[in-house]
């Protein structure tokens, strides 16, 4: 099925007239899908190859293409077929996997191949695709999409809505990280049905913080998590007529609030040496100093050690030798 709208084909064909220049219909033609007899050779196994096809060639080749038996190194057996797009065997799985991430573009979604080597290829969707770019296994049956910054072989942090790897992410300006913020929030509320008592303390919204922190945003962008993850304060009594749930409404709204600016404190610099600005070695502190007096060290030499401290009036008598 093709999409339409704005991220069908017609949509498409106009973004690229506009790019390059050219008249409607040349633009038209240009993007008209790959025959035999037009269509490229397989790719060569090189890093600088940018060849493009379309997803649904791909399945084409899946679906009607001798099945093969594909062995790893752990001489696994997987079947696929002998893929003349791609120039190497490849799961019947894998493209099903692809075809399942790519599946709200339609099976016009053109993808270009970035690498490819014994093991996986790489290929990048276009910029309106969920996934920019996505690793597709040439020996076992899984397809994962991968950090979009080029040549980063890291895994994005979160499916589908937190994209950057954790090396990547704090590089992200404001907006972009406040856009991903705002949709993971929006999905993570609906998964848990708005419940105030288990929305919070997610692991996803203290990375997102934390990278937050290095573009001086982390403010801004708590404030658009808790509206999204709960809703705005203000509101409250409005929405909400009970006074017991809306008072644990605002309890929750403020534990994570305090726990968002608080969990980028834990661990300061953790950001920066993944960005390869480590922090400085401590300093020597010297040799261990000498372990402090337990509580029996400080009361009478024959006290058990659960003995509690004695009280300034003890004291007292004790020094008077009185009992």
């Known amino acids: 099925m093709t999409k339409t709208g704005s991220n069908g084909p017609k949509a498409r064909t106009r973004a690229r007239q506009q790019h390059s220049q050219q008249k409607y219909t040349q633009a038209l033609r240009s993007a008209s899908p790959a025959t035999p007899q037009n269509r490229p050779p397989g790719p060569a196994h090189r890093d600088d190859d940018a060849r493009t096809f379309r997803l649904g060639d791909l399945l084409t ?29 490849i799961p019947s799985a894998t493209v099903l996997s692809l075809a399942g991430a790519l599946s709200r573009e339609g099976i016009d979604t053109e993808l270009a191949v970035e690498s490819i080597t014994h093991h996986s290829i790489v290929v990048t969707a276009p910029d309106w695709a969920d996934f920019q770019r996505l690793e597709m296994s040439l020996t076992d049956e899984w397809t994962i999409p991968l950090c979009p910054v080029a040549h980063c072989s890291n895994h994005s942090m979160r499916y589908q809505y937190i994209d950057r790897c954790h090396t990547h992410l704090p590089q992200c300006d404001t907006a972009t990280l406040i856009q991903m913020g705002t949709w993971w929030a929006q999905s993570h509320s609906d998964a848990l049905a708005a419940d105030p008592a288990r929305t919070g303390g997610d692991r996803a ?41 809306a008072l644990d409404l605002r309890h929750a709204i403020g ?68 009992p």
């Not at 099945?67 to 696929?80: P, Y």
């Not at 290095?214 to 808790?226: F, P």
């Not at 953790?270 to 010297?286: E, F, L, S």
């Open 61 to 89: 080749e899946c679906t009607t293409f001798p099945a093969v038996a594909i062995e790893d190194d752990n001489d696994k057996l997987s079947f696929g077929f002998e893929s003349k797009i791609l120039g190497c065997k």
């Open 255 to 322: 534990r994570e609030r305090l726990r968002l600016n608080t969990s980028h404190e834990t661990k300061p610099g953790a950001y920066a040496r993944a960005q390869g600005h480590a922090r400085p070695a401590a300093a020597d502190p010297g040799p261990c100093p000498l372990p402090r007096p337990t509580r029996r060290s400080t009361a009478h030499p024959n006290a058990p050690a659960h003995q509690p401290y004695p009280t300034p009036a003890e004291r007292c008598r004790r020094l008077n030798g009185q």
């Open 205 to 245: 919204a203290d990375l997102l913080v934390k990278a937050a922190v290095h573009q001086g945003s982390s403010a801004e962008l708590i404030t658009v998590l808790l509206r999204t993850l709960f809703v705005d304060e203000a509101d409250i009594d409005e929405i909400i007529w009970d006074e017991a749930e």
